[in-house]
Each structure stands twice: as C-alpha cells, then as structure tokens.
C-alpha cells in the first residue's frame, strides 16, 4: 500500500512540475524564469533542464522525481499524515464552511502534534490541494450555482476561445446492421465513438467497431483525433481533406465507467489533458456532442438494413434482410458523410462551414502532436497491475516473457502496470517509466487469442464443472471453440459475428499514421484497431 501511495505522490508532483513548465514562453524573461524557480524550489541549471527534456518528449512521465535522493521540499506526505490531511480535506476543507488554508493547516497540524508526526507547512498543503478537481472542490466549497458557470457552462454558454481547447467524446449504437465481409450475411450494429471540437465544431476523430463502449475504444478515437488523417483517408479512398489533428487541451466526458477508469485519468495527465465529467443527470451539458451524434446517425437511415431511430418510421422493413454493408464500408461512408458533407455545409451556431472556421483559426494555436502515435495509443489502452515474478508476468492465465525483463527483477519494484490490447493478447506492454518492454507468451507456439475468447473458454469451462484453469486448458478450449465456428454450415448470428471478430487476427483494420508522425522512416507507422466487451444477444 505504501508503494502505491509512493507512486500517487511522484505522479502529482510530475502532473504539478508541467504545469508550470507548460506555461513558460519558447525564450522566458528573467522574471518568469524566478518565479518557476521559487514555485518548482529547484537551482536555475535543473530548471533549464528539465525544461529541456519536457520540450522533447512533452511527457509528464518525463518530470517524475527520482526515487533515490529527491529534494527535501518534494518528499511525499508520510502515509500517517496523508490520513490526518485527507480526513480534514473531507470533513473541514472540501465543505460550504470553506475554512481558510491556514485554519486547515491548523487543524492537521493539531492532529500530527497529538501523534507525534511531523506537521506539513502551509506551502505542502497548498499543493497538495492544488492536485484536487478543482471543479469538484469548488461544487463543494460553494455550490454548483459557482462552479458550473466556471467549469461546466451549459451548451449556449459553453466557449472554447480556440481550437482543440475543449473537445467532446460520446458513444453511440448505430442503427443499422452491418453483415460479413464474405458471407454477406448480417452480424449485427456496431457502436460508434465520436469526438467534436467545440470551437470549429469539427468532428476531429471517430472509431467504429462491434463491441460494447470501452476503454479501448476511447483510446482508438483519441488516437485517430490527435494524427494527421492524410494516410487514413487515402487508405479508404476518399479525396477529400480532414484537416483537423491535435492533442485537446480538456476533454469533456459524462460519467461511463470508462472514462473514470484509472488508466484513462493517468494518460490524460501523462498528455497534460484537463479531463472534465458532466454532472450527472444533466444532458444538457454534452450538447455538442449528441446534435454531432444525431446528425450522423440520421444520415445512416438512408442505408439498407437501418433500423431508424423507433419501430413506427422503421415500417415493416427488416433491417437484417436489407444489410448489405460490411463494418469498413460502413466506416468509409461515416468518414464521407464527415468530410464530404457535415464539415462543408454553413453550422447555424458559426455562420461558415466547421472546416472554413478550422482553418481560419487553426493558424493562431500551437498544436500539440505526440512524438510517437503509437506510444500514444499505449499510454491509453487498460492496464492491470502484476508482480513481476522468476518465471515471468502472468496475465489473464497467460505466462509473459522477454529477455528484457531481467534488469527489472534487480530494481526494487513491486508492481508492475501492464498495458494490454484487449483484442490481440499476443503482445502485453510493460511500463517502466522510461517507456514500455514488449512481452509475449512464454510458450511462442500460442496462437493469438482475443480477451473476449479468453473469457468464453473460461465460462465454457466453468460450466463443465472445471474449477482450477491453466494456460493450456484455455488455449485447446479457444481452439475447439473457433473449429465449431468454422465448420457450422449455416451459422447464428453470434457464430458469424465472432468470426468477424477475429478476422483482425489475420490482418484486418489499421490506423494508418502519416509518414511525418512515423517513427519508421518513410513506411506509414500502422496502429491496430483494437475492441475489448463482446456484446450478449
């Protein structure tokens, strides 16, 4: 546990240093460069270093102190204090009371005495307060009639002064059914992801798939709004321009599990994003995104095999009888409606088309990209923590190994995070704080196998009364379970569409990055397209 506190303090310090340093100008004046020293209480030379290595990488993770022989003034509160400080933060500081800063730090300072601790100061408590939700505490403090006009205005008065300051994600379930690329037969309705830029109100980004909303695929729609989409739309053969790229400052969410996973809250401080939650039961405050929502959705009911939006326009079509899109074509006619249509045409709220307004304003901003997409994608994807033991790292039954993870069982690492591409588990990825160690099954003759197959065999097994599950129990049974698949004549519509599923397995769809953003030369960086729930009929 003491580890884990450990690493919240070091993240918060880290989150703490860039943003101070993120507010430096390219040539900072002699009075700024004093007071980011004063505030960060570093030398002149160690600012003008770590300036130098934010700057390159523009990764929080780069500014995490030392865990040997950090300063004094960045030591983390002392587990037993970090009790005492928490308890006051909820029952005193965080209420409509609103006591003072020093009335706080008089409280917890009482508290430490009587234990026998040492007290923080009163600069420690500031900021350690600073790493808060601010939104949050001032609900708290004041009410939402304060902070929601600060934080969460409604969608007349929500204003982003510039592009990728304020963008807006959501789901949806498409309506209408997509069939198999071969058979043509249906296999049901995907789910779309979708981002929109309040200021331009572009679409900067979306990601189709046919699995339940997920972590991932917020993770595959981040990555497709922050990459240029030159390479991405020439791969679909559309001519058409998507100028919109870059990493957001806030991202404006509602409240699904996904979004409040901690994976995701760490890659957004790790990418200095501000994420926002709306309050819950407030639609109004994600109105942006579902007019986007609406607009594409209804530009789908002119296809075959739509389900329209209720059962009276629907008639007595069926949607399954009249499918005839597969999911990439399904993909290639939204990234048309996008570009060739929504973008083009004059928005009431602008007065000019969403691309005119983007590239009219555009010119004004500093566009954030990051330095390896693919890293990017990963910093995203979920995670589970694991102890890295002699034999390797295990993960959902599956043992782990690279050659690599030697040097770490010397370091003094209890935990490990382990991100993982829920799609594909042929490949884990190991954080160590100066990037991520690829690992792969200890046993190379496995195939690749989907967490979903994974859970499937584990429950087919389950239910034959199986109670102590190994590695190769599970892969012979995900064998069995795909021969059933293949072999079965006329399959159901779950058979058919968890072969689709796994068709990525042979190759199936890649975000392409350009050439600029490919850490390969001048071969197009590919990222798969992961997708991690299976949908229950």
């Known amino acids: ?94 209420t409509r009371r609103k006591p003072t800063l020093s009335r706080f730090q008089r409280e917890v ?3 430490c005495r009587a234990a026998g601790l040492q007290r923080p100061s009163i600069r420690r408590l500031g900021r350690w307060l600073e790493t808060k939700n601010q939104a949050d505490l001032m609900r708290r403090r004041e009410g939402a009639g304060k902070s929601e006009p600060m934080f969460l205005t409604t969608p007349g008065g929500l204003e982003a002064p510039a592009p990728l300051d304020i963008v807006q994600i959501d789901h949806t379930r498409v309506d209408v059914t997509v069939v198999d690329p071969v058979t043509r037969l249906p296999i049901g309705r995907p789910t779309l992801t979708l981002a929109i830029d309040v200021n331009t109100r572009m679409a900067i980004g979306f990601y189709l798939s046919l699995e339940a909303p997920s972590l991932t695929a917020v993770a595959l729609c981040l990555t497709h709004c922050v990459i240029e989409k030159t390479a991405w739309l020439a791969a679909r053969g559309i001519a058409a321009d998507w100028p919109a790229f870059g990493i957001p400052r806030i991202i404006h969410v509602d409240n699904g599990a996904e979004f409040h996973a901690r994976a995701f809250e760490r890659a957004c401080a790790e990418h200095r994003i501000d994420l926002v939650y709306r309050p819950p039961g407030t639609p109004r405050f994600g109105g942006h995104i579902e007019r986007l929502i609406g607009t594409m959705i209804g530009a789908v009911h002119l296809i075959p095999g739509s389900h329209f939006s209720n059962i009276r326009d629907r008639g007595d079509l069926d949607p399954e009888a009249e499918a005839v899109m597969t999911l990439r074509e399904l993909e290639t ?56 033991q002699r034999d390797g790292l295990h993960l959902f039954h599956i043992r782990y190994w690279s050659d690599d993870l030697r040097w770490l069982m010397e370091r003094d690492w209890q935990r490990l995070t382990v991100k993982y591409d829920p799609r594909d588990l042929s490949c884990v990825f190991v954080a160590t704080g100066e990037g991520y160690l690829e690992a792969r099954p200890a046993d190379r003759t496995r195939p690749p196998i989907a967490l979903w197959e994974q859970r499937a065999a584990r429950r087919a097994l389950r239910a034959e009364g199986r109670r102590a599950l190994d590695e190769e129990l599970i892969f012979s049974t995900i064998l069995a379970q795909r021969a059933l698949v293949d072999e079965a004549t006329r399959a159901t519509r779950a058979m058919r569409r968890d072969g689709a ?15 600029e953003t490919s850490v390969e030369g001048d071969k197009p960086l590919q990222l798969p397209y992961f997708a991690v729930e299976e949908w229950d009929d």
């Not at 003491?2 to 004046?29: C, T």
């Open 1 to 94: 546990m003491s580890d884990q506190i450990e690493n919240e303090q070091r993240w918060r310090e880290a989150r703490r240093r860039a943003e101070i340093l993120a507010r430096l100008p390219d040539r900072p004046g002699e009075a700024e460069v004093q007071s980011a020293i004063g505030s960060l209480g570093i030398s002149r030379a160690t600012l003008f270093r770590w300036l130098k290595r934010f700057r390159q990488d523009d990764r929080t993770s780069t500014l995490l102190p030392r865990r040997r022989g950090p300063n004094a003034g960045m030591q983390p509160l002392d587990p037993a204090v970090l009790v005492i400080v928490e308890g006051h933060f909820e029952k005193l500081y965080a």
């Open 109 to 111: 300072a009482a508290d």
């Open 333 to 388: 006619y939204i990234a048309l409606e996008i570009v060739g249509a929504y973008h083009a045409r004059i928005h009431k709220a602008l007065d000019l088309p969403p691309v005119a307004a983007w590239n009219a304003r555009i010119a004004d901003v500093m566009v954030r990209k990051p330095s390896d997409p693919r890293l990017f994608l990963i910093d995203f994807l979920p995670s589970e923590e694991r102890t890295l």
């Open 501 to 515: 599923r796994r068709e990525h397995l042979g190759g199936g769809k890649m975000i392409d990055v350009t050439p």
